[in-house]
């Protein structure tokens, strides 16, 4: 079946996420917006603390309590406002609607159970009442179903006992074990080699051809981003800066800080001498300057750059959808 880019199901608006500290505010994610639609992959970059996990856990309302909490925004799930659930009823919606596959895949996994208990405990949620025969028949279906070859010896098989690519596998294998509508799938590959790393994506998008359920790919990575997804958003600084169809961003990057992402991917085919790496450090996150968050690193940055943040510009014609944060656009709109 071919993938369709449906309805949008997914709606982040203006979505802040504070750690209260000891040591003051960290505003880990301050003003993310997005959409999703059915169907699409939507790549979520940003150098590391950007609040690209944060997002992420945010939308599952998992970020690290007590210290962190939601202060505003909105999260929409298929129309419904995920801020005005209960926890009980959040309980229902992780893993039967919105999964996710966690950044580090070693420790997703319980080392005292076999990986089938521990397909079997997520799959049960979602098959109450049927017996424990068939629930093993729903372990190995899903093994098959992520590529794991010998999936009836598998279930058997500690944590300990496979390798870290297969891991990889059945923590994707559990987390589609609900159909969920959408997964999030953060930095799924960073503990894997390249080849295994390239696999298990591909294997991911197979995934969403077969059930086109949406996903959302969160990475350093601007070369899976083009391999990967449709459309991107680019978190700075817990804010996003640019968004837009990946062609878009990849033909005309138009915030500096993208500009700057983009420069520092190798090319494959170019004879790269040293890698870019944009100077200087981020913002510190409890110490936000009023004005953009990148105006100290960014060769174009102007007085204004330094006082006011700038308001998000269309870029292109009327009735595009990329869209970045930069004063620079303003003459061109
Ligand atoms: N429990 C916490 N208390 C205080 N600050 C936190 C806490 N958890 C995360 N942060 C801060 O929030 C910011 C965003 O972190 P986050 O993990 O979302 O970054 P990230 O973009 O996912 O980075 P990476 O690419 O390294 O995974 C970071 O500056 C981090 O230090
Ligand atoms: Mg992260």
Redesign the pocket.
Known sequence: MARQIGEVILEVEDLHTY?F?RFGT?K?VDGVSFNLRQGEALAIV??????????ALSLLQLQ?RP??RIVKGSIRLEGEDLLQKTEEQMREIRGKRISMIL?DPQTSLNPVFTVGNQLIEAIRNHHAGETGRSLVRRAIEGLKQVRVAAPERRVEDYPHQISGGMKQRVVGAIAISCEPKVIIAD?PTTSLDVTIQAQYLRLLREIQEETNLALIF?T?DFGIVAKMCDRVVV?YAGRHVESGPVRDIFNHPSHPYTQALLRSVPSMDEDVKRLYSIEGQPPA?WDLPSGCRFAARCEYAQERCSSEYPPSFTVGLNGSTHSASCWRLREST
């Open positions: 750690c500290t960290v880990a940003g150098e590391s603390g950007s609040g690209k996990t944060m997002t690290p210290a962190a950044q930095e969160i350093h978190m996150l």
